[in-house]
Every structure is written in C-alpha cells, then in structure tokens.
C-alpha cells in the first residue's frame, strides 16, 4: 500500500474548522487507499507568541528551555488533529519527534537529525491508523528535546517521506500552488502543475514563503515528489518532481526582485586574488550580494558588478571603498532604481534562442538590458525599475506562459533507486540520515568543472535596446547553443558582452558573429578557446557573498585569475584559462570539503 505524507503548516491547522478540515483531507485520503503519514506544525503564530513569551522573561533564554517550550506547540496541534480524525471514525495516534525515534544531536534550536526510526510508525500505519508526527522536532540521546530551526516542520515532511519511501509528500499551504510569476503584478499568471525541483529552487526567492529550498534539495536527492497544495480547496496545486517530459515550456516562470541596487567596481587590477579582497570586504559587512558579473578585462584592469538590495546601497558602497583602496586602484560607481527579471526554465537545457527571444521581448517594448547573467536554466537582467513591471508583463506573454498546457495533474511516481537493486531499508536511512546532517551546513554541494567551452566577447557595442537581441538572434538562427552569458555595466554607452558556446562550435559561431557586428563599427570581436568554467552549485546562494568569498579566497591562494563570473540563485561560476582547470578544481573542493 502506498504512503502519502501531507504536512500541515500553521495558518492550515490555525482554528478548530481548520484542524477538522486537515483530519477529513488524510481520512478521505486513508479511504482511497493509502497509509497516511500527517506532518503537522505548530497553530497559527503560535511558535511566534513563545518565541515573544520567552523573551518577556529574559534576553536569554536557555537554548534547552527554548526547545522545550517551542517544542509545544506541535505537540499542541497532533493531539488536536488526530482527536478530529477519530471523531471522523479512523484510527490516528499522535506522535512526538521523540516517539517517532527522530534522533538528533543537541544543537538545541538548530539541531541535525541523525537517525529516524520507522518501526513505530510502520506498526501504527499497518495496524490501520493516520500517524499524525510533529513536525520541528526531535530528541538527543539523552532525550532531550530539540527543535529543527523555524520552518523546519518541512524538513521533518521530506525526511519521513524519504525514509518511509512515501509515493508523495504533499505540503498543504494558503496558496494555490506554484505560479508563472507572482499573480499581484501579472493578472494572465498562471498556476503552474508541474515544476522540476531545479526551477523550483531557482525561484526560490520568488517562491520564498511557499516553501524552505532546503526541503527541495532534499526531496530532489532522494526523489520524493512533493506537491504544494491549498489548504483551503481541492485544488491539485503543483508537483515539484524530477524533470519529465511533461515540462512543455521551455519557460516556466518569472521571477521578479523590484528593490535592488547596483554596484560596479572598475579598473580594479587583473590579477588573482582582486575578487577575493571585493568579497572579503562584503563578507565582513554581511552584505547579501545577489547578481554577481564580471566581464574580461580590458587594458590590464577589471571589473565586477553586483546588486544588493537597495536598503544596503550605502553599507556596500562604503565596503567596495575599503576595496578599492586595499587594492590600490579602482573606482566604485552605483546604480539604483534597478530591477532583476528572470526567466527560469529546464527547457533551455536543450532549446537553443530562449535568451533571444526574452532580450527581442524586452527590446521590443524599449527596454535597455543593464546586465546579463546565465545559468543552465535561468537569463537573469537587470533593468530599469520604472520599466519592470510592464516588462514582466511583456515577458510572461513572450513565453505563452498565460497560455495553459493540456497536462493533466499527475500524481508522482516514485524513480526506483538504481535498475533493480533498490538499497535496503537500513542503508537508504543511513543516506537520507547523513545527508540530512551534511545539509544543514555545507550549502555547496557540488564543484563542476567544464573544459568544453570557448569565449566569445563583443566589446564596444551600442548600449541600447535590441543589441543583445540582435547578437544572440543570429547566433540562435544558426543554430548554436550558448551556455554563459555575461553583460556588465556599460560605461560611456559602451557595453560589453561575453558568452559561451561548445569549443567545437566555435569557427561557426565566429562567422555568425562576425557578420552581425559588422553593423556596429566601433564593436571588437575577441574570443578565446582555451577556457575552463569552474561552477559551484549548491543551495541558499542567492547571497553569494559567504560562497564568493570561499571561492575567491581558494583561487586567489592558487594564484589563478579570473576572467569572468556569474551566477543565479544556484550556482557561482568562474571562467579561468584552462590549463589551470585542474589546479583550480581541486582547490575549490577542498575549500568547500568536498571530495
Ligand atoms: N512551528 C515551527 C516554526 O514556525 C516549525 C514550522 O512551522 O515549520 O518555525
Ligand atoms: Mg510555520
């Protein structure tokens, strides 16, 4: 018999009616024939309230105490829901993490799980009742009681749904799922069925509130479909799940940050370790750097750019001064009023003119492109704030994506692990248990290095609308993929812009191009195919400032310069010459421990 795990945040079991609708949910679903695991959090504001209790009591609460007081607040709400399931005339029985066998260590308020036993609700599931757990917590050897870190009610859904090889864990929340982009600025957004765990964590800061990218990493390594569902309707919500070929768009959403600002540093010296010193100075500061771009150097100096938001322009400035300075060259020039729009989807893996077609909407509707960073699935831009509504608009109709798919809502099907030798029980606990543990405080959880690519940078090219669309239109017509693509500050109304494409399409990229700029007379073509990319993928990068800085520090101590940088939400990439790839592969493994 299969297992579902629903989880049940606060606002969803906050009242009586609330809690009798979640318990008719997991009846309705034990009736259809399912074991059913409930995850439930603590009601409402509740965790808040004895957070705030707490402190009316002193500045200092004893980590120990916290998590016991906290602790109550899902044990509150399982005895409550599963009261209500048996009033419906089904078995439940409450559970605490402690009655579970969620072991954790004692890192009270942030503790690790270290081993979850599934005996106790096996048994229960089998003898026929709904397991209703509490979600946030676990106990230590000495059975204490710890707690997971706020929101960590996600994480206990995932990980028992990992354990218990459960067919789909479904997160019931107060939205109706996840959407193109956010329905407040765009009326045509759509609810989306299905989304790959990569464009999921992708969007992570527009998905933010919907659910903790930490569970997503999690759910994504061992499979576990997850469905964010409402609460409050049948509605089937969307299933992040392992990309399929149900994934018919080559876009699946937008994504918008409104109140950003801009900050460049230029004439910074090429060498290594410069970007270690820029990072080093935002590290110490806790400034929370988002879009990070760096274009080859021009006459022996470089230059970075990066946005952070608006509210810490003047913290950063003051940083990027002390930069500067310890440098010994430099200027640092800033940019408010700016907007990044991104698009994200897994179909840019194999579609090649997706960034085409998002910078020929954006053109066409007057919108100058400030700055351009890549990954696989996402085209980050920056652009003027006054214009990134209308923009997003213009997008999100570029991409059909207030169009709907025929795809009917599927229900996960669980990947089997490996062809036939599934891992037992006790091994596959053992994983999901120690990745669990790594989780918590490694982020980086892989360094990519890719030898197969070729630069490729037109400089000195009009900085107005319509001339990246232009550029990659032709590129696209030709039919090359292109993997980086980096535009930083213009200066002067000159702009630069860098990309990527396989080394062996090189020749005929360069004949594409060649043509194309041949209209801009002022532009230079440069290219160079002996690079190496360097790619740190993890999760929680969106502030790259703590994974920059690591990154940074490990090339700079390997003496090897950086040529250019970009990023997205997952991952920080760096191009250096290549036959330092190796060296500097290395390095930054072991910089982020990693073997
Ligand atoms: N009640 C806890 C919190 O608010 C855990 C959770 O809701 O996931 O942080
Ligand atoms: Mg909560």
Redesign the pocket.
Known sequence: MSIIVQKF??TSVATAQKILAAARRAVATKRAGHQVVMVV??RGHK?DELVDLAAEITDAPPPREMDMLLST??QESVALVAMAIQTLGEKAVSLTGGQIGILTDTSYTKARIRNISTDRMRRCLDDGAIVVAA??QGVDDDLNITTLG?????TTATALAAVLRAAECEIYTDVEGVFTTDPRLVKDARKVPRIAYDEMLEMASLGAGVMHSRSIEFAKKFSVPLRVRPAYSDGTGTLIAPEGEEDQRVVSGLALAKNEARVSLSGIPDRPGTMAIVFSKMGARKIPIDMVVQNVAEGGTAEVSFTVPQSDLAETLTAAEEAVKELGAGVVDSGTAVSKLSAVGVGMRSHSGVAAHMFQSLADSGVNIQMITTSEIKISTLISRDQCEDALKVVHAAFKLDRPTNEPPTVGVRQKAGNGDAPSQGRLLHEVVSKLAAMEDIVVSEVLLDESQARITISDIPDEPGISATIFSAIAEGDVMVDMIIQNQSHSGRARVSFTVDRTDLERCLLLVREVVSQWPSAQLTYDGDIATLSVVGIGLRTHTGVGERMFKALSEASINIQLINTSEMRMSAVIARPEGHKAHAALLKAFGLK
């Open positions: 945040g606060g959090s603590a965790t607040g899902e979600g946030f706020r929101g960590g009610s996600d």
